[in-house]
Structure formats: C-alpha cells, structure tokens
C-alpha cells in the first residue's frame, strides 16, 4: 500500500522527494519496453515529468525517474528536489503524470522521441572498450541472452504507444508506492498528508 516516510531537515529550504516500488529487473521479457516508457515519463529531459514540474510549474530543476537494476531485483522511482512550499503540489503532479500515461497512451511523436533518446546513449555507450566491456558484464551478470546487444535496438523501436500504457498499468502502481521526503517536517507534514498514510522513517 501506499506509504509516506518523512525524514526530519529542520528549516531546509527544498524537500527531497522519491516516489518508488520495487519492479521488474533487466532479465524479465518486458524490462526494454518498461525502460522505454521509463524514459516517456521521467527518464530524459524532454519526458513528461520534466515538462511538468520543471519547464511548467518549475518546482524543481532536474526531476528525473530511473530503473535501478540489481541481480534479480530492481525499483522504479521519481526524484525531484523541490521547493519546500511546493512539496505537495509537485506530488500531485508526480501522481497526475503516472495516472495520465496509464489512462492514455502517448502519441507517436512523443514515444519516438522517447526511443531517439534511449537509443543515442546506446551508441555512445557501445563506442569505445570500457563501455563494451560494461555492456558485457551488465549482460553476464543479468543472465542475459547472447543476442542482447544486437537485438537491443529492435526491440527498442518495437515499442508501441499501446505498450507503454499497458506497461504504466502494469508495473508502475501509483497506489503501491512508497513516498519518502526529505525536509523540514514541520512545513511539508500537512502537504503530504493527502498521498499516504504515515510510515516510520529512518535516518
């Protein structure tokens, strides 16, 4: 369920947010199609987390969501590091932008730039020694098959608007979520109240 973990930073000036759940890691036959709609909601800078709290609202300045892979493990979060007045509004927003790509899938335009993106750094990452060899031991350690790099690019492209929304309502549960904030308890205490019962935070 839903939880929110305050950790106390008397008079800070912004809050650090990180909305998150456990998901599924690189070795799962739909980890490319969740790390592309990953990127569609907050992974790249023209993603729509981004456009939202940053370029619109600007509560914050580099919002940015991620898969953090680990053997057989992995979570999916949002992180921004907001102003501490608006530590509840960019919440909404967080949760709005989640509920809007589950609800429709994104256009064309939109997921392509998306894919343009993650493929770039796919090219940049594969250009030299050391990045080979990193994308080697990513796929050692994952278990992953022997075609990975040369398939990576193709299943990339293969990712429909209809996947993504699919992918959100599957794995990214905006009602599982664990919110923890990072910042002056007494200010931000009452604006996430409405996003999640209380839990217990740890230093």
Do not use: C
């Not at 256009?107 to 993106?117: F, G, I, P, R, T």
């Not at 990576?152 to 794995?171: D, F, I, L, N, S």
């Not at 664990?178 to 409405?194: C, L, N, R, S, T």
């Amino acid at each position: 369920e839903r939880a929110v973990y305050i950790v106390d930073k008397p008079a800070a000036v912004q809050t650090t947010l990180i909305v998150g759940l456990p998901t599924i890691d690189a070795s799962n036959a739909d980890a490319i199609a969740l790390s592309v709609t990953n990127n569609v909601l907050g992974g790249y800078f023209s993603s729509r987390m981004t456009t939202n709290i940053r370029e619109s609202k600007g509560y914050t300045y580099s919002p940015f969501s991620q898969i953090s892979n680990r053997y057989r493990d992995a979570v999916w979060a949002q992180n921004a590091d907001v102003t501490t007045a608006v530590t509840g509004a960019s919440l909404k927003e967080i949760f709005y932008e989640i509920d809007r790509l589950q609800a429709e899938a994104p256009s064309e335009a939109e997921l392509d730039s998306a894919k343009n993106y993650m493929l770039g750094t796919f090219v940049l990452r594969n250009s030299d020694r050391s990045g080979i060899i990193g994308q080697l031991e990513f796929i050692n350690f994952h278990g992953l098959p022997a075609d990975y790099l040369n398939t990576y690019v193709g299943k990339v492209r293969g990712v429909t608007p209809a996947m993504v929304q699919q992918m959100t309502r599957k794995y990214i549960d905006d009602t599982k979520v664990a919110i923890v904030a990072v910042g002056d308890k007494k200010v931000i205490e009452e604006q996430v109240k409405p996003y999640g019962p209380a839990g217990t935070a740890v230093r």
